[in-house]
């Protein structure tokens, strides 16, 4: 991929432009030979409990059919470890849907194998009960992969986004007196987008002009759920991509209308390494955002939002198994040490941190949570004690 002149001089352009007495103040001497943002003394910046996943990506897969007792079991899990936001991944998935669907959903099969139409409103209930906030994901055809550019393909996927989202709605109303669905947060879209596919402004805004904009666009209009919060999940791979495109990335994907932007870590897949990650992460979280004045802002007076989402996995030979805490530790307290970073998510606690069975990933799993459980109390006596 050939990269244009102004993604090298535009990370250092921020940088430069970023030389303020705010800075000045923020980064000692040896912290401004190293990464900008990170490795920052932000004790007085970020709450106390910032070091902890309080979010987590949930599917359908293999949980279709659970009754209204096990989401239940489930979210109460979550929660006592804390994890206030769920993104479900999708609720519609090739030919598989998890919510009831009305005939405008003609391009979803109603077969009992890959229909289960209870789902998604057994998920709200146990969210509601929790007090979890819920993103509700849409539709998803895998195809995206290979039409990621495609406007056609786009314009189609857009509107069976909206088809779907407008499932979700009745789905909300039609069950506000029963369940107030006080969980539903907003919306996520779960096509994945990633600055070696979007490697130019004109295919950035081919995605957000023909799909992006369509999607969210009309989920922020949607009645009683208007100007909800619209989510994505970026993702980069450190061999395809430098921090500086990254740069340039995040900062073409800031002018869609999205409220939350996420930005995967990688380390599970093997996109990236510990090591590597400062550098990218300095770099989404300048492209993303204007200034550091709008980086130091509290959360709540930003426009956008920006998430970091772990991979609490390793992978090998194709095969993932729940990672070892030590590294998710790393991750975690990485993730938490950025300015700018609003939000630390995680690939996921079900398989990660919950599988069910009785096999060698229910072993991995337990272990893992059984470690970060025992992190969060060790971090809340250390608060205790500092205080």
Not at 8 to 34: N, R, V, Y
Not at 76 to 101: F, R, S
Not at 130 to 147: C, T
Request: hydrophobic letters at 40%; glycine letters at 4%.
């Amino acid at each position: 991929m050939k990269r244009k002149f102004w993604c090298f001089i535009l990370p250092l352009f921020c940088c430069l432009s970023c030389a303020t007495d705010d800075m000045e103040m923020l980064l000692s001497d040896s912290q401004k030979s190293g990464n900008l943002l990170s490795h920052v003394a932000t004790k007085n910046l970020q709450p106390k409990n910032k070091k902890m996943i309080t979010g987590t990506f949930v599917d359908f897969w293999c949980k279709g059919d659970w009754s209204q007792e096990a989401w239940i079991k489930h979210f109460k899990e979550m929660k006592d470890l804390g994890v206030n936001t769920v993104i479900v991944q999708d609720v519609c998935h090739n030919k598989y849907a998890w919510l009831p669907l009305n005939a405008s959903v003609s391009f979803i099969s109603r077969d009992g194998l890959s229909y289960f139409p209870d789902a998604l409103g057994r998920l709200m209930v146990a969210a509601d009960r929790a007090d979890i906030d819920v993103y509700v994901g849409l539709y998803f055809d895998s195809s995206y992969w290979e039409n990621q550019t495609n406007i056609s393909w786009l314009r189609l996927h857009a509107e069976r986004c909206k088809t779907v989202a407008s499932a979700v709605y009745d789905l909300y109303n039609k069950n506000k007196k029963e369940s107030k669905w006080k969980s539903f947060a907003g919306w996520y879209i779960p096509h994945e987008p990633e600055p070696y596919a979007y490697n130019s402004s004109d295919k950035m805004e081919i995605f957000r002009n023909n799909f992006v904009d369509v999607v969210s666009g009309y989920v922020r209009s949607l009645g009683s759920n208007s100007n909800k919060p619209v989510a994505i999940a970026a993702f980069f791979n450190s061999l395809l991509t430098t921090p500086g495109q990254l740069h340039c990335f995040m900062s073409s994907l800031a002018k869609c209308n999205l409220q939350v932007f996420m930005l995967q870590d990688g380390v599970g897949v093997g996109h990236a390494s510990l090591d590597e990650l400062p550098a990218y992460y300095d770099d989404a979280i300048l492209g993303l955002f204007t200034s550091l004045k709008e980086i130091l802002k509290k959360p709540d007076e930003r426009q956008k939002k920006f998430w970091i989402d772990i991979e609490t996995f390793t992978r090998k030979n194709g095969v993932s198994r729940p990672a070892k805490f030590e590294r998710v530790r790393e991750q975690l307290e990485l993730a938490a040490s950025m300015l700018g970073v609003d939000k630390v998510v995680s690939f996921q606690y079900y398989r990660d941190m919950c599988h069910p069975q009785n096999d060698g990933d229910s072993v991995l799993a337990i272990a893992l949570r059984d470690a970060y459980r025992a992190y969060l109390t060790d971090s809340s006596q250390a608060s205790l004690k500092a205080n």
